[in-house]
């Protein structure tokens, strides 16, 4: 298990540019481990159309809460996304870190290393009974997601206690799930697979939880 400190943007597409002058500064992080930057794509799912993705999301990797807390602290390293002129026509911002669970896949090589492509989702709400949400979809859910075609990783992230100072809006979505695939092809090609289906049915068993 790893924290990872999410953040999402909503803006101007992000340029070649920024997304270099982005890997530079994250990079840097003292006590960071793995750094992605997600910039806007489009696809279809079946079930699911909620408008226009942001156009960027970061996930910042730490194997311990005190690096996290020292690099989103009043001086931490982190604090230098803040900058407007970093990530130039933002509108809005939010943050949170999580705990991260990475589960098995048939087959987690990609096809071109260093490419893909990945499809984020948050549940925003609130379960009624949220060790009830948690157990059933932890234990149900990736075993599903595993036999996507074509998935070479699958993460669910779940909500922490954490201090934090960056001057970012700070979400408390209770999961976050990320599934990962070779190209836009291939999430297109899984989402609209009858495991796409099975997924679905599953929702239908969830504990109750709103948003």
């Given at each position: 298990?790893r ?22 500064v ?7 481990g ?8 489009s ?20 194997d311990?809460?005190?690096?996290l ?43 071109t ?63 976050r799930n ?34």
């Amino acid at each position: 298990m790893r924290l990872c400190w999410f953040a999402t943007f909503r803006g101007a597409p992000v340029t070649d540019i920024t997304r270099a002058a982005l890997a530079r500064v994250l990079r840097a992080t003292p006590g960071a481990g793995e750094i992605l930057i997600h910039t806007s794509a489009s696809t279809h799912d079946p079930y699911l159309d909620d408008g226009p993705p942001p156009s960027l999301a970061l996930q910042v990797y730490f194997d311990d809460i005190a690096a996290l807390e020292s690099a989103a602290g009043k001086s931490g390293h982190l604090q230098a996304l803040a900058d407007p002129a970093l990530i130039p026509g933002i509108a809005a911002a939010t943050q949170q870190a999580m705990l991260a669970r990475f589960f098995p896949t048939p087959d987690p090589r990609f096809a071109t290393p260093g490419a893909a492509c990945t499809y984020l989702v948050a549940y925003e709400g609130h379960a009624q009974d949220l060790n009830a949400w948690l157990d059933h979809y932890i234990a149900s859910h990736p075993p599903i997601m595993a036999r996507f075609p074509g998935i070479r990783q699958i993460e669910i992230c779940t909500r922490i206690d954490w201090i934090g100072h960056l001057p970012f809006e700070r979400v408390a979505h209770m999961q976050r799930n990320k599934v990962v695939f070779d190209d836009q092809a291939a999430l297109a090609a899984a989402l609209n697979s009858p495991v796409r289906h099975e997924m679905r049915a599953d929702f239908a068993n969830f504990p109750p939880f709103t948003g």
